[in-house]
């Protein structure tokens, strides 16, 4: 997948999901995709048709849900912004955690790679910044 295919928000929270569901599950259904994202399990299914035809899952209905290597990849790019995101609004700005959580994901859609790496550049002189205050 290009630059210029990226993927829509909602997208991504897809494959997050499912890498998330992978692995705490081993597998992923889509019933339990729409419990894990909290909507409606019709809505489920032309997403992930959406998603198998963009090669980023496997997905046969009534079947498993898995990540193919391309969408895990992107997956696993997707889950590293959000902690990231999440733990710097946490732990440096002192935000609480559930408004974190929710910033963090907001968030991890809207920074292009070339941003997000200068943002982790960053957060990494603040954390080794000797004058830093807490």
């Known amino acids: 997948?290009?630059?210029?295919?990226q993927l829509s928000e909602s997208l991504e929270d897809y494959l997050?999901?499912?890498l998330?569901?992978?692995t705490t599950k081993t597998v992923a259904r889509s019933k339990d995709i729409a419990d894990k994202m909290d909507i409606k399990r019709g809505s489920v299914t032309g997403m992930l048709k959406k998603l198998a035809?963009?090669?980023l899952i496997n997905y046969e209905p009534y079947g498993y849900v898995t990540l193919t290597p391309e969408g895990k990849k992107i997956a696993q790019e997707v889950e590293r912004r959000h902690i990231f995101l999440k733990d710097f609004f946490h732990r440096i700005l002192g935000v609480d955690e559930e408004t974190a959580e929710r910033t963090g994901c907001q968030m991890e859609h809207a920074m292009n790679k070339e941003t997000?790496?200068?943002?982790?550049?960053f957060v990494a002189k603040v954390d080794t910044c000797p004058h830093r205050c807490q």
């Open 16 to 18: 997050e999901t499912i």
């Open 20 to 22: 998330e569901l992978q």
């Open 116 to 121: 997000f790496k200068k943002f982790r550049e």
């Open 53 to 55: 035809d963009s090669q």
């Open 1 to 5: 997948m290009t630059e210029k295919d």
